[in-house]
């Protein structure tokens, strides 16, 4: 399978993803936003990963990319390709789609459950009913037209959604290592303010590694479920 990522800083990069796509054996290339807007053609690859970064979906002025980043997205999804949005990825599926992004009512920040949504269809992806997840963000969107929810949490409902078969967002990181964790945090500690959902930078790194493996091991399951969508989608 021919994966595409596209990355918009360099210190929210493909985490655990990496180790997947070696497993899997997949081909991978990458538009590194930060040094380069050569968008590829659709033809080039099946499964789009579009990761995250501090930057909002509605900055098109400061970032003119974002405009070419979201006709690639929402051309993918027409064309059947499969895409996973990961933060600011996902708030990218969302806003494509024709929704508004916004400031969350609460920023969200380090180690918190989300709540896995049932759904009976077998194509749609389960969550387990409850998840401890690493989570960075500030804005949240509105579910997309005919998207399913897949998961919510006390401090954001909607955390997770799927579309069709092929699509999948995360306002959530399950991609997270602790070099991961740590390269965010570096640059982005400023954002460590307190109030209910931002938890200290003690406790943030106060988890030993299963919970990291914990989350890794969902993103691969969340990852294997969009490349059995890819690989049996009708022609």
Request: net charge negative.
């Amino acid at each position: 399978m021919r994966v595409h990522y596209l990355q918009h800083v360099p210190f929210e990069d493909l985490g655990s993803i990496s180790q997947w796509l070696e497993k899997t054996e997949c081909d991978v290339t990458a538009t590194k936003l930060f040094e380069s807007t050569a968008i590829p053609n659709l033809d080039l690859f099946d499964l789009l990963i579009v990761l995250g970064g501090p930057m909002s979906v509605n900055e098109e002025e400061r970032y003119p990319w974002l405009r070419m980043e979201k006709l690639l997205i929402k051309n993918a999804i027409d064309a059947g390709k499969g895409v996973l949005g990961i933060c600011l990825g996902a708030q990218l599926i969302a806003n494509c789609m024709g929704e508004p992004v916004y400031p969350n009512r609460r920023k969200e920040i380090g180690w918190f459950p989300i709540e896995g949504i049932f759904h009976e269809e077998e194509t749609t992806y389960h969550f387990p009913r409850s998840l401890d997840v690493f989570h960075w963000h500030g804005e949240t969107f509105d579910l997309p037209d005919k998207a399913s929810h897949l998961a919510k949490s006390e401090g954001c409902e909607n955390q997770a959604f799927q579309l069709g078969r092929s699509v999948i967002g995360l306002q959530f990181h399950l991609e997270t290592t602790l070099e991961t964790a740590e390269a965010i945090l570096t640059n982005c500690r400023d954002q460590l303010q307190p109030s209910l959902y931002v938890q200290p930078e003690q406790v943030i790194f106060d988890q030993g590694p299963d919970k990291y493996q914990h989350i890794n091991d969902e993103m691969d399951r969340v990852l294997t479920f969009l490349k059995d969508a890819v690989i049996n989608r009708p022609h």
